[in-house]
DNA sequence: CTGAAAGCGCTAACAG
DNA sequence: CTGTTAGCGCTTTCAG
């Protein structure tokens, strides 16, 4: 920048002022420093303004892994909204774990970023997650947070999810239903199965409903399907707590020789991309994924602005997608 | 850090080589400022520190678009590796566009980035290329360049996976192939095309093989999938340039009512996860994705430590993944 | 409208 | 082993 103000004949300070918007610059004068910055092709360290100014420019996304498609749409929307605003965003996967999740924090603020997008913050006790909430770098969660402590949050409607899929279910004549929920203490897939519990009680006093526990992913999926099968417990309905898990059942069904949807209705949450192209299609609950990540990255947007402080909960509707793994009972 | 110098009774300069681990400096006294450091919780800012060292701990990842599974393996691998080191990885999803590419190398390089991985380097010009090589910033790209241009490259090789989804699917009697490969001069997907053409004509003389480009995701497999089966030009075995492209085929295959692999064998490349979901699972080749993201920010890494700044090139095995989507022509 | 000067938080010679 | 002093590249009062 030196260079390039001594190139236009002016002092760096003016040179400043001109490269950025500041009015009280002489048009001329600005002009000329422009072309110098052309030619010299200058380009700023945002290191060094973001020390003077506070203000850095970078969002950070702490999310589970990066490998699950559902992830990979939200930071996505995310990106994208964060590149019209001129913002960076660094990628953070922290597998739930806390001591990952701790190191990221500490080094995103370290890095002066102006907010912070994580999917949950559930791994922290409570004294981290009030001192998070309280460091004055906007943050927001990807799940209802629930607790008393201030976060702004993004989610989809789960229990209305869980709802939805227990109401298509019932409807369809099934009584003896499964449900495959992830980790005790999800939120989201917690909030889900409360939802899903609810419905299928209201509807009908004789159904049954089995919840099992395990891994959040494909792997999750598959081996408390395996266990469920084994079992035989005559369920004719499984209700997946994501799609991934779905995906799972649908692997151990095929491994075992049952058919989706004739010998077991198969309903996921998600509706990712490859819910068209498995097969049979997955039936399941649509949520709006890149646009959880556009909502997040604007939520934070508007906290760094500084104006408003004030946490928002934006909570995005969700959609029975009907495709071909339900269908009516047959016994 | 004035703050726990003063609490310490030392200087700022002792307080920093205290924090890092400089030597010279007295045990107690390090002791001392380490407590303070604790006890007023202490987090340095790491831009102060990059503007006077000149590196950042960051690393910029440039790709098409995290959405594919592939290049969300890639990141994973590349993020964990990171974080090993200590560094920060920002998630750029460029499209291939050329635009959005430059505006990412812009804004990672006034940021200091220590390293930038690319999954392509061709939407831009030959002389943006030779400017970007030659800015001092460590580079590696995720596939042969094959240009005398020396970018350091990580990828697969995919030739060889080109020859031996050839070599199987001729073996299997296959003599009227289809290939689906995606956008023209796109790196990767025109190696393996030249790999598996060549590899057809060397195992047999009367073997056809027609060539489809289009998208190379699971939309664009689909389309050129619908296509082909419209015309009916009597193939017998598709290999599809990734997983992704394979995907759609089986997709445009259901809807078209032909059976996968009895009417149509397909192999597919890249071995992401959800080959052995699908129905029938993939026959595919593997290329190692995780390892590949490790491999490429091992080699920013070392290029960042000044040392020696010679490109590297790593190319990484591949592997014929038999599942059930191919079979003995029938005909 | 422009220049001079202070300083963001930290590291790195150079003395002592 | 520790303190003093520059300065990284930029923005931002405060004068003029």
Redesign the interface.
């Known amino acids: 920048m030196r260079d390039i103000a001594e190139a236009a004949g002016v002092t760096i300070a003016t040179a400043s002022r001109s490269l950025n918007g500041s009015y009280g610059v002489h048009r001329l004068t600005r002009e000329r420093v422009q072309q110098a910055a052309a030619r010299l092709n200058y380009?700023?360290?945002?290191?060094?303004r973001?020390?003077v100014t506070g203000r850095?420019q970078?969002l950070g996304?702490i999310l589970s892994?990066?490998?699950n498609?559902f992830f990979?749409?939200v930071?996505?929307g995310a990106?994208?909204t964060a590149?019209a605003a001129g913002c960076?965003?660094?990628?953070?996967?922290s597998d739930l774990d806390s001591e990952?999740q701790r190191?990221y924090i500490?080094?995103?603020?370290?890095?002066?970023v102006d907010g912070i997008i994580m999917n949950s913050v559930r791994a922290l006790d409570e004294a981290e997650q009030r001192r998070l909430a309280s460091s004055g770098v906007p943050i927001v969660l990807l799940n209802s947070s629930a607790k008393k402590i201030p976060f702004s949050t993004v989610c989809a409607d789960n229990e209305r999810g869980g709802r939805l899929a227990a109401e298509y279910l019932i409807a369809l004549g099934h009584r003896h239903l499964a449900h495959l929920s992830g980790p005790r203490h999800h939120g989201n897939l917690t909030q889900r199965a409360r939802g899903f519990l609810q419905a299928v009680r209201e509807a009908s006093k004789d159904a049954t409903v089995r919840v099992l526990h395990g891994g959040h992913s494909?792997a999750g999926g598959y081996v408390m399907a395996r266990k469920l099968f084994r079992e035989r417990p005559g369920v004719t309905a499984i209700f997946a707590g994501n799609d991934a898990l779905a995906?799972?059942v649908?692997?151990a069904a095929?491994e075992c020789g049952l058919r989706v949807p004739q010998d077991v209705s198969l309903v996921g949450f998600d509706n990712v991309?490859?819910t068209?192209?498995?097969?049979p299609p997955l039936t399941t609950i649509h949520q709006a994924k890149y646009e959880m990540g556009e909502a997040a990255v604007s939520i934070l947007l508007r906290l760094a602005k500084g104006k408003d402080r004030n946490p928002e909960d934006r909570v995005l509707g969700v959609e029975l997608i009907e495709r071909e793994s339900a269908m009516k009972v047959n016994r």
Chains 1, 2 share one sequence.
């Open positions: 380009r700023p360290n945002r290191l060094a973001s020390l850095s970078i996304l892994d990066i490998r498609p990979a749409e930071a996505r990106e994208d590149y960076d965003v660094v990628l953070c996967n990952r190191h500490d080094s995103l603020m370290g890095k002066n494909l995906f799972g649908l692997k095929r991309e490859f068209t192209i498995v097969d």
